[in-house]
């Protein structure tokens, strides 16, 4: 197997960088118009930005309010409004879906792609792929772009602006990169590329860990604070740029496929990706039978930023044999990366997993309120 890595064509990350994106645009040889894809939040906080720097630049915009869910046809709806007005680039600026709808429309005309994520709350922003959903919000497939965004701007003076919950929930989509890339290093299973890891995808992934747990509780409180720290800052990056490329050349594992399971519970509709996510990799932990350092270390830190490690965290207080079962079935479906763990796994293993992580979280509170921490 061939060893496979792949990244965003160029990554900027810092405060107010947004005002550095029509010179970028010029850089990449983008001239006339721009199709900008965004919602209200950030059309809001930029628009004013937009017209007079990319004025200055001699370049004209379009801007397409996003109609709120990443599907096939708002896809259809940008691509259509893309070849009217001639646009040489697509922009998406906004949350996971703005970004994923934006880059699966640039796909589809083969024009370049600048991704401008307004949180820091997954590790999609990077990346190939673009989860698609039907017009009511149903999972329906993920879409492999041809290439990676050209250009992804990281405004932090933005992210600093989103809700906190995001930036720990993006925490939490970290915190499983090293758990995951490891899994597959170990059992030789493929990327996300078709390809086995680098030892430049493994070392990000490792890196990625060492912040999360180096800088996530300063950065969370600067946030907190409305301060734009260096702790922030590496922060973003870790969510950001470090685990969008360590688990798209790392590969995923069983985390990913626990927070796909859990999703066929309705309860657990209204957490976020990365709090399932957290979940799955305390879950993913318990199977492999980690170090107990290890296990500390992780709940220590999902602890100390807010991030789940009970079911009763991520709205399953009462979760019964059955469907239990139900999450372990999807969890181990055919086409999931469960299948990346070093050893063959059973339904009845993956429940008694899931148990047992809720146990050792309640243990883990207790203790930890006891402590007074
Ligand atoms: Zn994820």
Same mark, same amino acid.
């Given at each position: 197997?061939?060893?496979?890595?792949?990244?965003?064509?160029?990554?900027?990350?810092?405060?107010?960088?947004?005002?550095?994106?029509?010179?970028?645009?010029?850089?990449?040889?983008?001239?006339?118009?721009?199709?900008?894809?965004?919602?209200?939040?950030?059309?809001?906080?930029?628009?004013?930005?937009?017209?007079?720097?990319?004025?200055?630049?001699?370049?004209?915009?379009?801007?397409?309010?996003?109609?709120?869910?990443?599907?096939?046809?708002?896809?259809?709806?940008?691509?259509?409004?893309?070849?009217?007005?001639?646009?040489?680039?697509?922009?998406?600026?906004?949350?996971?879906?703005?970004?994923?709808?934006?880059?699966?429309?640039?796909?589809?005309?083969?024009?370049?792609?600048?991704?401008?994520?307004?949180?820091?709350?997954?590790?999609?922003?990077?990346?190939?792929?673009?989860?698609?959903?039907?017009?009511?919000?149903?999972?329906?497939?993920?879409?492999?772009?041809?290439?990676?965004?050209?250009?992804?701007?990281?405004?932090?003076?933005?992210? =600093?602006?989103?809700?906190?919950?995001?930036?720990?929930?993006?925490?939490?989509?970290?915190?499983? /990169?090293?758990?995951?890339?490891?899994?597959?290093?170990?059992?030789?299973?493929?990327?996300?590329?078709?390809?086995?890891?680098?030892?430049?995808?493994?070392?990000?992934?490792?890196?990625?860990?060492?912040?999360?747990?180096?800088?996530?509780?300063?950065?969370?409180?600067?946030?907190?604070? %409305?301060?734009?720290?260096?702790?922030?800052?590496?922060?973003?990056?870790?969510? /950001?740029?470090?685990?969008?490329?360590?688990?798209?050349?790392?590969?995923?594992?069983?985390?990913?496929?626990?927070?796909? %399971?859990?999703?066929?519970?309705?309860?657990?509709?209204?957490?976020?990706?990365?709090?399932?996510?957290?979940?799955?990799?305390?879950?993913?932990?318990?199977?492999?039978?980690?170090?107990?350092?290890?296990?500390?270390?992780?709940?220590?830190?999902?602890?100390?930023?807010?991030?789940?490690? /009970?079911?009763?965290?991520?709205?399953?207080?009462?979760?019964?044999?059955?469907?239990?079962?139900?999450?372990?079935?999807?969890? =181990?479906?055919?086409?999931?990366?469960?299948?990346?763990?070093?050893?063959?796994?059973?339904? %009845?293993?993956?429940?008694?997993?899931?148990?047992?992580?809720?146990?050792?979280?309640?243990?883990?509170?207790?203790?930890?309120?006891?402590?007074?921490?």
């Amino acid at each position: 197997m061939l060893n496979i890595f792949s990244a965003p064509g160029r990554y900027i990350q810092g405060a107010d960088a947004t005002a550095y994106l029509p010179k970028e645009l010029k850089r990449l040889g983008v001239d006339g118009s721009a199709l900008i894809v965004t919602s209200a939040t950030p059309r809001q906080q930029l628009e004013t930005l937009w017209h007079q720097s990319f004025q200055q630049q001699g370049l004209n915009i379009e801007i397409f309010d996003f109609g709120g869910e990443a599907s096939f046809e708002e896809t259809a709806k940008i691509s259509r409004r893309a070849q009217e007005s001639q646009v040489s680039v697509i922009i998406g600026v906004g949350g996971g879906k703005v970004l994923d709808t934006a880059r699966a429309s640039a796909d589809k005309l083969n024009l370049p792609v600048v991704c401008c994520p307004t949180t820091a709350a997954s590790d999609a922003p990077c990346s190939t792929v673009s989860v698609i959903y039907t017009p009511q919000g149903v999972f329906e497939s993920c879409l492999f772009s041809r290439r990676n965004p050209d250009l992804v701007i990281v405004d932090t003076s933005i992210i =600093l602006k989103a809700p906190l919950r995001g930036l720990v929930a993006g925490m939490g989509d970290a915190l499983a /990169t090293f758990f995951e890339a490891d899994a597959c290093y170990r059992a030789g299973k493929m990327n996300i590329l078709g390809g086995s890891s680098t030892l430049c995808a493994r070392m990000i992934a490792q890196l990625c860990y060492a912040t999360l747990l180096k800088d996530g509780i300063t950065a969370l409180k600067d946030a907190q604070a %409305g301060v734009l720290s260096p702790s922030f800052d590496r922060i973003v990056e870790a969510n /950001t740029l470090m685990s969008g490329l360590g688990f798209e050349s790392g590969g995923l594992a069983l985390a990913h496929s626990l927070h796909n %399971g859990l999703t066929a519970m309705t309860e657990t509709h209204v957490f976020m990706h990365g709090e399932k996510v957290a979940f799955g990799a305390l879950v993913q932990i318990i199977l492999e039978a980690r170090d107990e350092n290890i296990l500390s270390a992780v709940l220590t830190f999902c602890c100390s930023v807010g991030l789940p490690i /009970t079911l009763s965290d991520i709205g399953l207080p009462s979760l019964t044999q059955e469907q239990a079962n139900k999450i372990a079935q999807l969890t =181990l479906a055919p086409h999931e990366s469960a299948h990346n763990e070093p050893f063959a796994l059973t339904a %009845g293993q993956v429940t008694d997993a899931i148990y047992r992580a809720d146990a050792c979280g309640q243990a883990f509170k207790s203790s930890y309120a006891s402590a007074g921490t």
